[in-house]
């Protein structure tokens, strides 16, 4: 599975962006589709997830009430939507993917595939 991240840029508190990720490669119905950030000095965090064969969603701490995570089959793409940003919402954010089946796999280790990341810059 190759993954290409994209949409992230700059924005200003309380703004809104979406990311995207595409996927290329074999169908992503056993996979659990990840979004992970980084922000400078830190450690890698989970972010969100969704289990692609039906759509089910989880999230990290800081995503609830304010991202939501999608998927379009049609396109392979998987998508974050981020709303009510904050500045310690800037990192890097990665699309990963996990072959898990009927499980979900949102540990930074579980991941088999990984995109190059995408820069979200909020300013205050």
């Known amino acids: 599975v190759q993954l290409q991240a994209s949409g992230g840029g700059l924005v200003q508190a309380g703004g809104s962006l979406r990311l995207s990720c595409a996927a290329s490669?074999?169908?992503?119905?056993?996979?659990?589709m990840n979004w992970f950030r980084q922000a400078p000095g830190k450690e890698r965090e989970f972010v969100a997830a969704?289990?692609?064969?039906?759509?089910?969603?989880w999230y990290g701490d800081a995503a609830k009430g304010r991202f939501t995570i999608a998927k379009d089959n049609a396109k392979n793409t998987l998508y974050l939507n981020m709303n009510r940003l904050k500045p310690d919402d800037t990192a890097v954010y990665y699309c990963?993917?996990?072959?898990?089946?009927?499980?979900?796999?949102?540990?930074?280790?579980?991941?088999?595939?990984w995109g190059q990341g995408t820069q979200v810059t909020v300013s205050s």
């Open positions: 990963a993917a996990a072959l898990a089946g009927d499980q979900i796999v949102i540990s930074y280790g579980g991941m088999d595939y």
């Open positions: 490669g074999p169908t992503l119905s056993s996979y659990t």
């Open positions: 969704i289990r692609w064969n039906d759509g089910s969603p």
